[in-house]
């Protein structure tokens, strides 16, 4: 694990932006709150990019915008300043290359973008404000608890239908979405974008997930608090992305927090990059409305491997670390290092993998082998180890070594895998040295 540590480290640097400065107040913005900060903010950055680059200054105050898009060599600095962004879909038009749950389209753009650059960064302290709440973005989901009503507009014919156009390979350019649909976008979202620093600010408020990093490399992730627990609010998905570093950051969600995807069903398969190369380190995961702490998948077609978790702290949530896919997703997971975690008040799982996540059926078994485990600590919990395969594609090669997870209702039930355990304490078992192969439940 060291080894890989050192490797994902080696490749990560910040972005070189240069050493300008642009004042947001100088291209006509106000810090009330109310006035339109839209068209400033494009042309701070328009300025700034023709320059060759520089640092876009937000001084401290609130500024009311729409979507802000960010070009090569650019940082957005905020000095003690609020962004709050317009709830108005319209606002985020036209269209942009994205992602919806694994799948490309063309939808509503993401508060904020960029899509094809080259040292990019959002720095400060400053807070990141997207009022999605039960009024705006949040009903698209068609959950009473998230504000929908019986009879209002949601997004579940939007999936199937997106879902049916990457079924049929229907080109990319033609998954038009975006007005008079539904499918919320992310907060903040770099698409195929290299060198990639996120660092110091809160997120709040987020229409969907949080900071969605897509086809990238050499993205940092440093000392980044996110509070917003909306339907499907996960904190942070690297989706098919390579050298990745997440930080001292802390997470109260509203779904999974650190969550590794690669793409779903045949848009996976057709992109066909895994999300690897990834370090998650000394980050605080806490809040009841967060599903998952450490998660890997379900949108794992293009494979995921050599990922690291150590140091964290996971407090009242449901799972601490989850992979999960299913015949129709596919995908692999290898090489997962969980390492020196602590986790307390798990209303689920400690450790869950699943590969008939859903009930989804298809020809595409997952592959899930090489995870290793090694000193967890745990309180309080449903279940310790929860692993179940599928009888055509047994979970192989799971290592569990100084683990320490008490006060647990089910101490272990797995179900075609193997799983090796070693100098461990799960319940009021204690194991050795002990090979668990096929079928067993032990509460």
Not at 16 to 40: H, Q, S
Not at 62 to 76: A, R
Not at 105 to 110: F, T, W
Not at 189 to 215: A, D, T
């Amino acid at each position: 694990m060291e080894e890989l540590i050192r490797e994902i480290l080696d490749n990560i640097a910040k972005p070189e932006i240069p050493d300008r400065e642009f004042n947001i107040l100088d291209f006509g913005a106000v810090a009330d709150g109310k006035g339109d900060c839209t068209d400033a903010f494009k042309r701070a950055i328009e300025t700034a990019a023709s320059a060759g680059g520089g640092r876009i200054l937000v001084p401290e105050g609130t500024y009311l915008t729409g979507p802000i898009h960010l070009e090569s060599n650019i940082e957005l600095h905020l000095e003690h300043a609020t962004l709050k962004f317009h709830i108005d879909p319209k606002r985020y038009l036209p269209v942009v290359l994205t992602r919806f749950e694994g799948m490309e389209l063309y939808n509503y753009s993401p508060l904020i973008y960029a899509h094809g650059k080259k040292n990019v960064a959002i720095t400060g302290r400053g807070v990141l404000d997207g009022q999605a709440n039960e009024t705006n973005w949040w009903i698209w989901k068609g959950k009473e608890e998230f504000g929908w009503k019986a009879g209002m507009p949601h997004q579940g014919p939007d999936v199937a239908k997106l879902t049916q156009m990457v079924k049929n390979n229907m080109a990319v350019e033609e998954r038009i979405f975006g007005e008079g649909h539904f499918l919320r976008p992310s907060f903040v979202q770099f698409y195929r974008c290299k060198n990639v620093l996120l660092e110091g600010f809160e997120l709040i408020n987020s229409p969907m997930w949080c900071i969605h990093p897509v086809l990238c490399e050499n993205v940092i992730v440093r000392n980044v608090k996110i509070s917003s627990r909306g339907p499907n609010n996960d904190g942070i998905d690297p989706e098919s992305c390579r050298y990745v570093l997440i930080e001292n950051c802390f997470f109260d969600t509203g779904d999974d927090s650190i969550v590794i995807k690669s793409g779903r069903n045949e848009d996976g398969r057709r992109i066909n990059v895994p999300c690897e190369y990834v370090l998650a380190r000394n980050n605080t995961v806490f809040g009841e409305k967060s599903h998952g702490g450490f998660v890997i998948g379900s949108e794992m077609s293009g494979g995921a491997r050599k990922l690291v978790a150590a140091n964290n702290l996971f407090v009242n949530l449901e799972r601490v670390l989850r992979i999960k896919s299913n015949p129709r997703r596919g995908g692999f997971v290898e090489d997962v290092y969980f390492v020196n975690n602590v986790a307390v008040n798990v209303s689920e799982e400690f450790i869950v993998i699943h590969t008939d996540y859903d009930n989804e059926t298809g020809d595409h078994p997952p592959l899930v082998r090489n995870i290793f485990v090694k000193n967890l600590k745990g309180i309080r919990g449903k279940y310790g180890v929860r692993i179940k395969g599928l009888e055509n594609s047994k979970i192989t090669d799971i290592h569990l070594e100084d683990c320490v997870l008490e006060d647990v209702e089910f101490a272990v039930q797995v179900e075609h895998c193997e799983v090796k355990i070693r100098n461990s304490r799960i319940g009021k078992y204690i194991f050795s040295d002990a090979t668990l192969d096929g079928r067993m439940e032990a509460r």
